[in-house]
């Protein structure tokens, strides 16, 4: 059982909450788990980097409760993490992600906590950004502090999630994405699969009004909240049933990112860290080039570099 790690588990009363606890209980200690309803999401974010400081762990770990791991998943992280060199604050890799049917970058963040009293003074300079944790990562990179994107698979998301979920997700995706061939993207694989399996006539529900939607866009829970429940309104879409926490576990996690793997491998995945660094060998090869190559010109004028 991990002890030096605090987990964050960020919840909006997802379907699969309970199933995301109770797989990461089997991996951590239940005191070293804490569960987060804040909204907006800026204050979720927020909030998960002063539990963290609080707690004093080596590091914390950030889980979106629509987020399902794998059984090893932070073992494996924290491994993969601690094996890199450089002044690391956020490592995270993959999830198999269903809506968009394909590997992602995405999911757990595993940030070093000796960094998130930096993090939060940036992150509450900028109450207004969109996409909080994402935008304090770039910044604490141009300041040195790299993030690490991993060619692992860690979980999957936005499996078993409520309806009204999916098809406010999926009317989003079609107002954040503003390129036709991810939209195409989405429709091709969710028609594919849509005799099959009802979270994709969801999805597609959702994102065909989000496509013809015209009014005004406000970036609010409640305003996606109403807009899905008037689609399930008007189609008499009824709603899933709790999902109890033993009906999922990362065994099945495994199995399914093990299925995928055999077919796909691990196409489309890349190893990802800001800032780009060169290799020192080749800076000091590049200086003593340049060095050398000033050294012959002085020396073809009858001088030398100590002489400057």
């Known amino acids: ?30 005191k070293n788990i804490f569960v987060l309803n804040e909204k907006p999401f800026y204050n979720a974010v ?48 993959y999830v198999l992600d269903k809506l968009f049917g394909r590997c992602r970058e995405g999911g757990p963040h595993l940030y070093a906590t000796r ?32 993030y690490h994107v991993d060619t692992q698979i860690y979980g999957l998301h936005d499996y078993e ?38 979270d994709y006539k969801m999805a597609f529900l959702g994102l065909t009004y989000g496509l013809f939607y015209n009014g005004k866009l406000e970036v609010d829970a409640e305003f996606f909240e109403k807009i899905s429940n008037k689609i399930a309104s008007v189609h008499s879409i009824e709603e899933k049933d709790y999902l109890k926490s033993n009906q999922w576990n990362g065994t099945f996690v495994d199995r399914i990112i093990n299925d995928h793997l ?25 200086f003593s080039r340049v060095r050398r190559k000033i050294g012959s010109i002085l020396s073809a004028l009858g001088k030398k570099m100590s002489d400057y």
Request: proline share 3%; glycine share 4%; charged share 30%.
């Open 1 to 30: 059982m991990i002890d030096d790690i605090t987990v964050i588990i960020r919840s909006s009363n997802e379907r699969t909450e309970a199933a995301c606890y109770a797989i990461i209980e089997k991996q951590v200690h239940f």
């Open 46 to 93: 927020i909030k998960g980097f002063k539990v963290g400081m609080e707690q004093q762990k080596k590091w914390t770990l950030t889980v979106d409760a629509d987020l399902l791991l794998k059984s090893n998943a932070i073992e494996e992280m924290i491994r993969r993490a601690g094996s890199l060199k450089g002044d690391l604050f956020i490592y995270q890799g």
């Open 115 to 146: 960094h998130l009293d930096k993090a939060l003074r940036i992150l509450e300079s900028q109450p207004d950004s969109l996409r909080p944790e994402s935008y304090t990562y770039r910044i604490m990179a141009e300041q040195g502090y790299s």
């Open 161 to 198: 999630q409520y309806n009204l979920d999916i098809i406010r997700k999926a009317f989003f995706h079609s107002k954040k994405h503003d390129k036709p061939k991810l939209v195409k993207e989405f429709l091709l694989h969710w028609l594919d699969n849509f005799r099959d399996d009802c």
């Open 262 to 286: 055999k077919v796909q491998g691990l196409k489309g995945l890349k190893k990802k860290q800001l800032p780009k660094r060169t290799k020192p060998f080749l800076r000091f090869n590049l």
